[in-house]
Nanobody
Framework: QLQLVESGGGQVQPGGSLRLSCAGSGRSDGLYNMGWFRQVPGKKREFVAA????????YYADSVQGRFTVSRDAGRTTLYLQMDSLKPEDTAMYYC?????????????WGQGTQVTVSS
């Protein structure tokens, strides 16, 4: 079973940058997508960005388009999220997730999350 571990969260001032990493380990029979989601207490988890393991197509939420960059190291099942021009509203717990092959793109494997706080 594939396991995901996020790292790289922390506190940064508005306008600053952070780079999140998601390392996958364990058995994987192939992936459809890997992506980043975020959640603020009391609100629903929201999509941030994703990359297809099939054709490398990239997807972003409108709220992060142009500021965040998702990338991958397919050989190591590792996902990254470069976050620039951070805003206070980006403050959230960020989760990495994977959609295995055969899942029709449904994210069924989740990491524990890493906290990002944007504050002056």
């Amino acid at each position: 079973q594939l396991q995901l571990v996020e790292s790289g969260g922390g506190q940064v001032q508005p306008g600053g940058s952070l780079r999140l990493s998601c390392a996958g380990s364990g058995r994987s029979d192939g992936l459809y997508n890997m992506g980043w989601f975020r959640q603020v207490p009391g609100k629903k988890r929201e999509f941030v960005a994703a990359i297809s393991w099939i054709n490398s197509k990239i997807y972003y939420a409108d709220s992060v388009q142009g500021r965040f960059t998702v990338s991958r190291d397919a050989g190591r099942t590792t996902l990254y999220l470069q976050m620039d021009s951070l805003k206070p509203e980006d403050t959230a717990m960020y989760y990495c997730a994977a959609a295995p092959l055969g899942s029709s793109g449904n994210y069924s494997i989740w990491g524990q999350g890493t906290q990002v706080t944007v504050s002056s």
